[in-house]
């Protein structure tokens, strides 16, 4: 796999990728679970699905739910996520000195909302590297684009400028979709084998390589 080459602008998916959030995301799902009739999902299920959007979970726990209840299980995880502080998330070795490091604009492409992405990224002493932070908010969430398109409209880039670097398969179609480069990383989330067959531009495995010059 190449090195990676200077880009204008940089997308980066957060959770999986910035932060290992799965401890309270998942944990959040849980407590949303525990008044149904399947409070025992287990934690690598509901990691599988971190990039998401949190209608396909519980779609695909209730295929009998109504839309209506499907909602209204995403209102209540929204209201226990950040009640719980991320105080189980913790940022990825190298991402802070690394994101000081490289040269050229900063965006997110999450499947957050912008609002708490914001906060997450500024918990974590992270929101000063980035020029804009984007999240998903009333638009379809990845694997469609608009999240990217949203991102590179924001930095006034075009898609040529631009690398979106993320852990899962999501983030690879949305990418892809947008018309930039993606580069997938090993170390969070998302299945290697399927990943492996997005046919990611490039690979990191590890954050700090990103600007160590080669892979």
């Known amino acids: 796999m190449p090195a990676i080459p200077p880009f204008r602008a940089y997308l980066f998916d957060v959770d999986g990728t910035l932060l290992d959030s799965a401890p309270d995301i998942c944990g959040a799902v849980l407590s949303v679970l525990s008044t ?47 009640l719980r502080g991320h105080s189980s998330t913790k940022l990825y070795p190298e991402v802070d000195e690394t994101l000081a490091r490289l040269e050229g604009l900063k965006t997110t492409a999450t499947t957050k909302g912008t609002v708490t992405a914001q906060n997450i990224l500024t918990q974590f002493g992270l929101a000063s590297h980035f020029q804009h932070i984007q999240g998903t908010d009333g638009f379809p969430s990845k694997p469609k ?24 398969v999501p983030d690879m179609v949305a990418g892809k979709a947008a018309g930039v480069k993606v580069c997938a990383v090993s170390y969070g989330y998302g299945q290697l084998d399927e990943l492996r067959a997005c046919r990611p531009d490039y690979w990191l495995d590890r954050f700090g390589a990103l600007t160590a010059g080669s892979l």
Not at 54 to 70: H, K, R, T, Y
Not at 147 to 156: F, I, K, Q, T, W
């Open 36 to 82: 149904t009739s399947r409070p025992d999902v287990p934690f690598d299920f509901l990691q599988s699905y971190i990039g998401r959007h949190l209608v396909d979970l519980f779609s695909d726990l209730f295929p009998e739910a109504s839309p209506e209840q499907i909602d209204a299980w995403v209102v209540e995880y929204r209201r226990v996520y950040p």
């Open 145 to 168: 684009p608009d999240v990217v398109h949203r991102a590179m409209e924001a930095l006034g880039v075009q898609a040529e400028d631009c690398l979106l670097i993320g852990d899962s």
